[in-house]
């Protein structure tokens, strides 16, 4: 109740700057240059924020009040008890979130090192478009650069192609998880661990692409826009766009990317929240000035008591992911004593690699285990440990070091959207 009734505060401190961000959510604080409008944008709210903060600071002396009001107000995420995408997703593959886009691989499905289109996670803001290729095209424009480009699909072919293979993982990946810690949800769908999936993306270098338009030396931001019902849009530094594992993706795993993941094209930004890959990409906007959007000031961001507001954003934005571990067995998992089981998972380190991987059962000691398959950068790790398990229910803990030094920790701090939890997790075990 105590956490409900602070984030009410902050929220309420903070919903001036949420008036602006709505106001120009359609095509988002960056699609302009800089203008007059813009500076009384940004004055109103400012005002009205400082009003509503006074009201929120207010609001959290009475704590028990504020967490009953917000128990009942309505939720503005819709439930749905049908798929709205494309490819099939039978449960023994996947988990659904309840809103008919969002889909959790169970992690018993997984497989091998590559995970298969058809067990691939779904995440999306909206049903999947249907986008005609034909009369699809790219649009390139923005002060920071010189001309303003279209590209059709063949365009794109006609580039050199790259493949990559990259882990991709959702910024809410463990979210389920403040529940049982804190005792509170965080906003948004309940994921365990089986949003994430590593695939072989192919396609044409981000940078490439851009260059066409003539890049400036001015350039600082780099902003991909789907044509999803949401127009999902969201900022990178120039620097990263350019670099050698930022593509803008045609295919997956040898195939032309399926509809759900983004066709005619996504961009992968390697390393980083799945949020800043933008699926089914219509524009990109380079700009001289930093650029925003809903989905780096509002959402994907860390809200919290020990995350500060970084203006216009209700927080830090969310860029690269932390390491994490997960374990290939199902909530809760079962399996048969006396049998000698390899117990199997794998492990992400963002844009870094996974070098260490240890195991612990129950309250015993931490196991070094044995790391197997590929090595690469931006990809998850798998891993194994042998244990003979006996009848009873039991815990198995795992935690990753990656090669700059990151070590999943015990704990992380509460925040309200509930991203990026990577504390070591209990996995409940029931040996029969």
């Known amino acids: 109740m105590r956490k409900r009734s602070l984030f009410a505060g902050v929220t309420a401190g903070a919903a001036g700057v949420g008036v602006l961000l709505f106001a120009t959510s359609r ?63 039978p449960t023994d593959l996947f988990m659904p979130k309840g809103t008919g886009t969002d889909f959790e691989t169970r992690p018993s499905a997984w497989g091998g090192f590559i995970t298969s289109n058809d067990r691939f996670y779904l995440r999306s803001h909206s049903p999947t478009p249907k986008i005609d290729v034909d009369s699809w ?31 991709m993982e959702c910024a809410g990946n463990g979210r389920r998880f403040y529940k049982e810690h804190f005792g ?40 991909p826009i789907g044509l999803d019902d949401h127009e999902v849009r969201r900022p990178m530094p120039l620097s990263k766009a350019m670099r050698d594992d930022t593509l803008l993706v045609l295919k997956m795993n040898g195939e032309t990317l399926p509809a759900d993941h983004g066709f005619p094209a996504r961009v992968l930004v390697s390393g980083w929240t799945g949020t800043a890959s933008i699926k089914w990409v219509g524009r990109i906007q380079v700009a001289e000035e930093s650029l925003h959007s809903p989905y780096n000031t509002m959402e994907y961001i860390m809200v919290g008591p020990n995350y500060p507001m970084e203006f216009p954003a209700l927080g830090p934005a969310i860029t690269e992911m932390p390491v994490m571990s997960v374990i290939d067995l199902d909530w809760p998992a079962e399996l048969l004593a006396n049998d000698t089981n390899a117990i199997q998972g794998r492990s992400f380190a963002g844009e870094g690699r996974v070098l260490e991987v240890s195991c612990k059962i129950d309250e015993g000691e931490w196991q070094r285990a044995e790391l197997f398959g590929p090595d690469l950068e931006g990809c998850w790790r798998q891993w194994r440990f042998p244990w003979q398990p006996s009848p009873g229910k039991h ?38």
């Open 27 to 89: 095509k988002g604080l960056g699609s302009r240059s800089a203008d007059w409008r813009t500076g009384v944008r940004f004055g109103l709210g400012a005002a009205v924020g400082s009003l509503l903060g006074m009201a929120g600071e207010a609001l959290t002396r009475v704590p028990e009040k504020v967490a009953l009001m917000e128990d009942l107000m309505p939720k503005t995420e819709m439930i749905f008890s049908f798929p709205r995408v494309e490819k099939p997703v």
């Open 137 to 167: 095209r790219l649009k390139i424009d923005g002060t920071g650069v010189e001309r303003p480009v279209e590209l059709a699909y063949a365009d794109l072919e006609a580039f050199p192609q790259v493949t990559l293979i990259r882990t």
């Open 184 to 223: 509170v949800e965080g906003e948004g769908g309940q994921w365990r661990t089986g949003a994430m999936g590593n695939a072989e993306w192919t396609g044409v270098l981000l940078r490439d692409v851009l260059t066409r338009a003539g890049v400036k030396p001015t350039a600082r931001d780099v902003m």
């Open 395 to 432: 815990e198995i803990r795992v935690r990753a070091t990656d090669d700059r030094g990151r070590t999943q920790p015990d704990d992380v701090p509460w925040n309200h959207h509930g991203y990026l939890y990577n504390a070591v997790i209990a996995h409940p075990v029931t040996v029969t």
